[in-house]
């Protein structure tokens, strides 16, 4: 299998670091490829503009879904960008890891989605706008994996803690971002209370992470709810009779 793995943390000792360390000897040792987008180490370009754009389909005025949609069409992408497609597309899973940096992920690897979820690829895919989305698209078949080390202690994050569950708070990446795409998306791997973990902690957070690195291509995904499976009669919302009673993220996952 291939496996990519998306990293945004340049401090070799962190705690993602040592998550993506371990994902590599694991991987490898089981005779698996790994390819790597460490993003700091690259100096990825975080921020998405013009520049992306070398060959304007418009001049005049800046479309970034217009110029996205040409320059993916006709190969007029920055060789960064392609780069990181042609890596996403080789992968069977994909794992991403970073630090939870205000609720969400640190600008350099947002900065990679937006630049790298092109038009034609990863939305509008087939230039049918949103017809295959959600469990559709390019990425269908591959595997997905948030690793998130989290400076907050677990009950922060608990069903009724203060700052929300994790889970609920990367909605907007595992659902609307990676199973968006069409990819599966496996529950969310995190490692709170992570700045002051001690060796105990880091040994217990070690072996958990082994045991889900094993489990990549056997655990069940996310039951996101797929946008043609009947679901949402009218593609934009659900049916009356599925998930009765809930709304907000929860009505978007099976057995709610
Ligand atoms: C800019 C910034 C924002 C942060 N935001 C959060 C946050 O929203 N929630 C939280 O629990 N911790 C937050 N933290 C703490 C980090 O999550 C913590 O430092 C990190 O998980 C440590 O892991 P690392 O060794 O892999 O960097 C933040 C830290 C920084 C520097």
Redesign the pocket.
């Known amino acids: 299998m291939n496996i990519l793995l998306v990293y945004a ?1 340049p ?1 070799h000792t ?4 040592h998550l993506v360390d371990i994902a590599v000897e694991v991987f490898t040792g089981q005779g698996h490829q790994v390819e790597q987008s460490d993003l700091y180490g690259m100096e990825w370009k975080a921020v998405f503009d013009g520049d992306d754009f070398p060959e304007r389909v418009n001049p005049a005025r800046l479309s970034f879904i217009d110029e996205s949609r040409h320059a993916f069409h006709h190969g007029c992408q920055t060789p960064d960008v392609s780069e990181e497609q042609r890596k996403v597309l080789a992968a069977d899973a994909v794992i991403m890891l970073f ?5 969400g992920m640190p600008a350099i690897m947002k900065g990679w989605i937006e630049r790298v979820w092109a038009y034609g690829l990863a939305y509008g895919y087939q230039g049918k706008g949103n017809a295959h989305r959600y469990g559709e698209g390019a990425f269908a078949g591959k595997r997905a994996l948030l690793a998130v ?4 202690p677990e009950q ?1 994050y608990s069903p009724r803690g203060i ?1 929300g569950p994790l889970e609920q708070l990367l909605f907007p990446v595992t659902h609307g971002t990676l199973f968006y795409t069409g990819m599966e998306v496996l529950p969310t791997f995190a ?1 709170y209370g ?2 002051r973990i001690d060796t105990d902690a880091m040994a217990q957070t070690e072996a958990r992470w082994r045991q889900r690195l094993n489990a990549m291509f056997v655990e069940e995904p996310i039951a996101f709810r797929r946008q043609n499976s009947g679901d949402y009669p009218d593609s934009h919302v659900l049916a009356d009779h599925v998930s009765p009673g809930l709304s907000g993220m929860a009505a978007h996952i099976a057995g709610r």
Do not use: A
Not at 99 to 103: A, G, I, N, T, V
Not at 149 to 152: E, K, L
């Open positions: 943390q401090e962190s705690v993602t670091r630090p939870l940096w205000w609720f080390s989290v400076g907050g922060d700052n490692v992570s700045g």
